[in-house]
Each structure stands twice: as C-alpha cells, then as structure tokens.
C-alpha cells in the first residue's frame, strides 16, 4: 500500500549510520568496551546466515551505529559525531580507559564546538563534541 507524501520528504531521523569494519568481533568489543556503547542487535542473515547486522549505540541514544564488513571498498573512512554534556569529562575518562586512539586534548575553533577526535581500530573517525546548551 502507498501513499502520497504531504510534504518534501517523509524522512524524519536519521536513524543508522554505517562503519566498514575488518572484524565486527573486535569492533563490537572496542564500541561497548573501550567507548562505553550499548550491544543493540548482532543478527545473521542472507541465505546461508553467514552475514550479520551488527548494531551498537551510546546509552539512550536513538540512532544506531551499524558496523558491517566492506561492501565492495575497505575498512575505515567514515566518521559520526556524538554529543557529550562534558567534553572535557569524557575525554578524561577514554584516556583513563587507555588502548584508544585519540586527541592529546579537547580542541575549540571560532565557530565550533568544543570536540576531540577518537579513531576506531580500522580508521573510522567519531567526533566527540560538546552538547548545546538546554533551551
């Protein structure tokens, strides 16, 4: 059954974004270990179940982060942003967690938000950025 858009688009959220990664094990193991993510789905499929649809978030978090083998390139290259109340706060404590690659230190630009940068195991870039404020 279809129906007619009433607006532009009937997109509302973005609600995955995709990693390449070499080996989802590992990456599963440095998202919920190392940076504190939430396991949210780990599925076979296809028609023998060999693939699998991997999913991690942070705590609370809508949008999901699928990490999937390379489809058709390699492993690596893609970046997210997440937000943090407490930039400075959560960089202390992945440098406390330690075996992650990341900033030496919190960085501001005009116009920018306070952010650091972590690098997954295969390249992958997540900027750390502080929150808006409320309001």
Known sequence: MSSTPTGPTTLRSIGVMMF??????????????????ELHGDTPFGEDGSMRWVEVAPPGSVARLALNPPMGGKAGGSGIGVETPDVLAEHARLSAVGGIDLDPEPQAAPGAPLLFMVRDPDGNHIAVVEAPPAG
């Open 20 to 37: 390449a990664v070499s080996d989802q094990d590992a990456a599963i193991a440095f998202y919920t270990e190392k940076l504190g993510f």
